[in-house]
């Protein structure tokens, strides 16, 4: 019997709530848009989050990706803890995270080829020219 791995993606317990501001009813008051939410993502697994509006998923897809501060909770990518970890550490791990966002239509810019849509996050990264050449073909390639 094999060994199971560590999952690539490991979240506990995770907590988003916002302030609410205004008034002296109010004072203290949140809204709890993500509340206490486990679960592991295995490396290869496709994992699909679903829910009616306003339920939060957003949220927690912006919370993984750690692009705003969590409330609480715990947040693993490829074993390092990145809940409370600063800018400086998220940039190399970013290049290996991805969101597939809810309305492709809307996310991809029609005036960009195939090839320049799939090289950009690479520029972003500061990959060089021939880096995002060679990697785009071996993306483009697989599909």
């Given at each position: ?101 809810q309305d492709p ?39």
């Open positions: 019997m094999s060994e199971q791995q560590a999952p690539l993606v490991s979240v506990r317990d995770l907590r988003k709530h916002y302030a609410l501001n205004g008034g002296l009813l109010r004072k203290g008051a949140a809204v709890k848009a993500v509340d206490g939410v486990s679960f592991d993502i295995q490396s290869g697994e496709t994992f699909g989050l679903v829910g009616e509006s306003g339920c939060g998923k957003s949220t927690l897809g912006r919370a993984i990706l750690r692009l705003f501060d969590i409330t609480s909770g715990e947040i693993h990518f490829a074993g390092q803890a990145i809940a409370h970890a600063r800018e400086k550490e998220l940039k190399p791990l970013r290049k290996r995270m991805q969101a597939i966002f239509y809307s996310s991809l810019n029609p005036g960009m080829t195939v090839r320049q849509l799939v090289a950009e996050p690479m520029q972003i990264h500061g990959y060089s020219r021939e880096e995002q050449r060679e990697r785009t073909e071996t993306l483009l390639y697989k599909v």
